[in-house]
């Protein structure tokens, strides 16, 4: 048993291709075209505690042309189209709930252009972030949105992603120029110009950045670039208490530090980090900090933070300035989630992610780390609290219905718990299939009805990635 979550599925009627749809795709497609049960379970299982919900069929593009090619073919017999990147989303949003074709943009993996005069990219959908900056080095710049995997911009796109770089260079939204996206009707559209600003038309890349796959393919992005900072310096700080080290954060920002990085991580989880990276760390509640400018800036930022930290009670600030120093420093917060993983042997983590304004954070995450504790539930907490965003990894057997339906349920109090600070089900995961019981408290009837009118009219009959986000009534 995998999990005792259920699938909220509009229908149950599986859309599948015809043996004539199949027949004209491995015709176009030869060996990138699959129907092994294999390939069909790997593009139909996520980082969710959903059981897997394999597709029908697997094409993976090399092109533009391609992919409109498939979405065409699928359309005229209104069978479902899934977008894949790396795998690596964790809402249950590639699930092939109602089967159909998913087309897998890890061979469209070609960096288009590199222009530092524009301070810009220009990739297509399964290019990683590690990947465009690795072909950035040398030019003085990088791509910055971090969600932690190694995640397709295109997948990225989608789910509006963020992470932990967001305190100080924005979210994917914040770092997009324009898109190329195929349309329900198989045309290939360009989402907006190169330009730095337009006030020509509809934004309609930023409609579907967050969308999900459930407007369109998008098979090219242009994003924003920024300049290394001439020096780098991290540091970690203990505190008494989490609203001691949101406090610190807080302030710093108000003062106007820019930070680069501001990651909260609670005493249970460096617990497991120091277990998993034999780390000596003190299990308090903990910041992971990071400035960048020019030397004298970056030790002006670090004296305020210094004076800041102490007044809010953390402890001496360990320094890395060095490239390996910081590397070292921040290895454990990057391998924060496998860590809390091994706190429980056989377990699986329901990963949650609320996002609350910066003034209702510490509460919020007092409130929830006693419902945590009054519930006898193993949860570490970790976040980027720059941003107020963060994350309780509650770790539940996968076969044991009890623990699997109380971590739901903590889970729904929770987002209420976000809804009510004035936040958000979702900060950087998505809507998924998971969210979108919550759409209509977070946007009301009338804004949750305007989102499935946009669906209805990009996509009239319902054939990208089905099911989710803002599913359409049967009909």
Known sequence: MDSVVNIPVRSNTRRSPSPELLALLQG????????SKVVLLQHGTDESTYPPQPPDAVVFVRSTEDAAFVVRACARERVPVIGFGVGSSVEGHLLAVEGGVCVDF???????AIRPGDLTATVE????????????????????????????????VATAASGTN???????????VSLTVITAEGEIVRTASRARKSSAGYNLTQLYCGSEGTLGLITEATVRLH??????????????????????VIESIQMGVPLARAELLDALTIRAVNAHSRTALGEHPTLFLE?????GQVDEQAAVVREIAGGHGG????????????????????????????????????????CVPLSALAQCIEE???????????????????????????????????????????????VQRALRHGGTSTGEHGVGLHKMKYLVDEHGEHGVALMRAVKKALDPHDIFNPGKVVALAEG
């Not at 890890?106 to 288009?112: A, G």
């Not at 300049?227 to 610190?248: I, K, L, Q």
């Not at 990057?334 to 329901?350: D, T, V």
Request: proline share 5%; aromatic share 8%.
């Open 28 to 35: 176009r497609f030869a060996e990138r075209f699959s129907t």
């Open 106 to 112: 890890s061979q469209m993996d070609k960096v288009l």
């Open 125 to 156: 959908a399964g290019v990683t972030r590690g990947q465009l900056n690795a072909a950035l080095q040398g030019t003085g710049f990088f791509f910055s949105v971090d969600p932690g995997a190694d995640a397709s911009i295109g997948g990225m």
């Open 166 to 176: 967001t305190v100080r260079y924005g979210t994917m939204r914040d770092n997009l």
């Open 227 to 248: 300049p290394h900072p001439e020096t780098y310096a991290a540091a970690v700080v203990h505190f008494p208490s989490v609203r001691a080290a949101v406090g610190c």
């Open 291 to 295: 400035f960048g400018g020019s030397q």
């Open 315 to 354: 402890g001496d600030l360990q320094w890395a300035r060095l490239p390996e120093e910081r590397s070292r420093l921040w290895t454990p917060r990057h391998h924060a989630y496998f860590a809390c993983l091994q706190l429980k042997a056989g377990c699986r983590s329901l990963s949650t992610d609320a």
């Open 368 to 414: 929830t780390q006693a419902d945590i504790a009054e519930h006898g539930l193993l949860a570490p907490v970790l976040g980027h609290v720059g941003d107020g965003n963060f994350h309780c990894l509650v770790l539940v057997d996968p076969g044991s219905a009890q623990e699997n339906e109380a971590a739901e349920a903590f889970s729904h109090r929770l």
